[in-house]
T-cell receptor, first 112, second 109 residues
């Protein structure tokens, strides 16, 4: 069965360290997204990609970067982790712009 | 004004009750409307997907869209404790895709 997987499920890191969260999907979806979810803010879009070599900034992209070298993967990098980036991160994919998203199970990141 | 508004709850109902969850929005370009269910410590999962105005039914769930009022609803009949989750509305149109903040629902046995 096709799926979207995120790793790790939980991560604790120190302020200032570089961290990469992995997202891998086997749906063959062109569109992939990274969101963070925080109490009181709901889901906020960090970065998104509409295909290989395409990346775009979302509403909360400062301090984050992504790269898309193949269809299956969209890793999210925190360049220098800050306590404000403690959150739950969700990766999602979709077949088209106006179609429903399929979400991963999330990565719970704590920056100490 | 936020693009999508949704009462955060929490909403507590007894088992068997009819639940009504709602979202209002401001962008008239939205054409596609979705409801997601998110269990604690899980990712959101797509529950209902509708295009333009009208109703869609799937088992105990009914989604309604009223584009003239910019108002969408999700009804859950014969609610079960397993329906306890956060429900997020979402909508899209053109290049824009927006999630509501979610309503936390508890169905008490």
């Amino acid at each position: 069965d096709a799926e979207i997987t995120q790793s790790p499920r939980h991560k604790i890191t120190e302020t200032g360290r570089q961290v990469t969260l992995a997202c891998h999907q086997t749906w063959n979806h062109n569109n992939m997204f990274w969101y963070r979810q925080d109490l009181g803010h709901g889901l906020r879009l960090i970065h998104y990609s509409y295909g290989v070599q395409d990346t775009n900034k979302g509403e909360v992209s400062d301090g984050y970067s992504v790269s898309r070298s193949n269809t299956e993967d969209l890793p999210l990098t925190l360049e220098s982790a800050a306590s404000s980036q403690t959150s739950v991160y969700f990766c999602a994919s979709s077949v088209g712009l106006n179609y429903g998203y399929t979400f991963g199970s999330g990565t719970r990141l704590t920056v100490v | 004004q936020k693009e999508v508004e949704q009462d955060p709850g929490p909403l507590s109902v007894p088992e068997g009750a009819i639940v009504s969850l709602n979202c209002t929005y401001s962008n008239s370009a939205f054409q596609y409307f979705m409801w997601y269910r998110q269990y604690s410590r899980k990712g959101p999962e797509l529950l209902m997907y509708t295009y333009s105005s009208g109703n869609k039914e799937d088992g105990r769930f009914t989604a309604q869209v009223d584009k003239s009022s910019k108002y969408i609803s999700l009804f859950i009949r014969d609610s079960q404790p397993s329906d306890s989750a956060t429900y997020l509305c979402a909508m899209s149109g053109g290049q824009n895709f927006v999630f509501g903040p979610g309503t936390r629902l508890s169905v008490l046995p």
